[in-house]
């Protein structure tokens, strides 16, 4: 049995292995003889009633809090399964849908510790790996490496396009499938991992060194009046890139001055900073729309002097256009976007 899932301009195509059987169907929804289920309550909430659940043993799922909370008022009366005498609990967890929606979960951690970026591989069939960026295997402990997956739950392929697959799955001397899931992550001492950011949240610095933008982000001091930021890379007209925040201000706080572009910039060694009222969200995903971010060139600030700052224009190709402009000019907080681009 196969069945194919859109993602992105992919799509993914999903071999269910033999014992994956349809045992019957609940209200429209097939029901397997396995005893997790994955959901991934974002986009996922509507589709299953009550009595689906009880069936399960055990539910995995991203289980959000305010996303569990919608659960609950849609009617998924998972206080049913528990009267079953199932043992049902929520985990937190990540992992690709080429790898089957999950690939590391919370389930076993600390209550008190654990947050939906870490997690264990899920038992007994999810095995994960960290290498480096020429396919060495790390071995030592808090070291970050780009992470790898293997599961039954991998999908077979992408549709018509052997060059992504190629690029996405690889075997190893062994025969084991492994997906490059574009994750990196750190392995603890107790077994757990914790993901980082993306592979392609990065750059090349001067010196050959990779650059990821995450640890710029994860910086961010708790006492600076900025409610929410994201760190990018636009290429320059030197041949480098130029490292930008966008920044969304508290108002109570503060307001775009030269003085705080100044600040931001010496402090978190950035090339320029642009200021908006909120980031756009993507439709499919419900989350903040990182690509169309990364693909804002215009309306950048920059130190200068004592009395200019430099307006900032970037592009795909590394143009840039730099306008010299007085520290009296207002700074604009971009309004919308996505209309701009």
Request: with cysteine; proline share 4%.
């Amino acid at each position: 049995m196969k069945t194919t899932t859109q993602i992105n301009t992919s799509t993914i195509v999903r071999k269910f292995p033999e014992w994956a059987k349809v045992d019957r169907i609940i209200n429209g929804v097939e029901i397997y003889n396995m005893n997790i289920f994955d959901n991934i309550m974002t986009f996922n909430q509507d589709n299953l009633d009550g009595p689906a659940f009880d069936y399960f043993g055990r539910i995995v799922t991203y289980g959000e809090l305010p996303a569990l909370r919608e659960a609950y008022a849609r009617g998924l009366k998972l206080a049913g399964v528990k009267d079953n005498g199932c043992n049902v609990r929520y985990s937190l967890g990540g992992g690709a849908s080429e790898e089957g929606g999950v690939t590391l979960v919370t389930y076993f951690m600390d209550e008190e510790t654990k947050t939906n970026e870490t997690g264990k591989p899920l038992e007994p069939h999810v095995h994960v790996k960290l290498v480096d960026d020429d396919g060495n295997l790390i071995e030592e402990n808090e070291v970050m490496g780009n992470l790898h997956a293997t599961s039954p739950a991998s999908a077979d392929r992408y549709l018509d396009n052997p060059e992504a697959t190629a690029e996405r799955w690889y075997y190893d001397e062994n025969g084991i499938k492994w997906g490059v899931t574009g994750d990196i992550a750190v392995r603890h001492a107790d077994g757990s991992y914790t993901i980082m950011g993306r592979a392609s949240d990065s750059y090349v610095d001067e010196n050959g060194k990779r650059v990821y933008l995450f640890n710029i982000e994860s910086s961010l001091d708790e006492n600076d009046p900025i409610n929410e930021w994201e760190i990018s890379a636009f290429k320059n007209e030197r041949g480098g890139y130029d490292v930008v925040g966008q920044v969304i201000l508290d108002p109570d706080r503060a307001e775009p001055t030269p003085e705080l572009v100044e600040y931001i910039c010496r402090k978190y060694r950035l090339d320029a900073v642009k200021f908006y009222r909120e980031f756009e969200i993507g439709e499919i995903t419900a989350k903040r729309d990182y690509i169309l971010l990364t693909h804002d060139y215009n309306g950048y600030y920059a130190p200068l002097s004592k009395n200019h700052m430099m307006l900032v224009s970037y592009s795909e190709n590394g143009e840039t256009v730099k306008i010299r402009v007085r520290k009296t000019q207002k700074i604009e907080i971009c309004e919308n976007y996505k209309e701009e681009n």
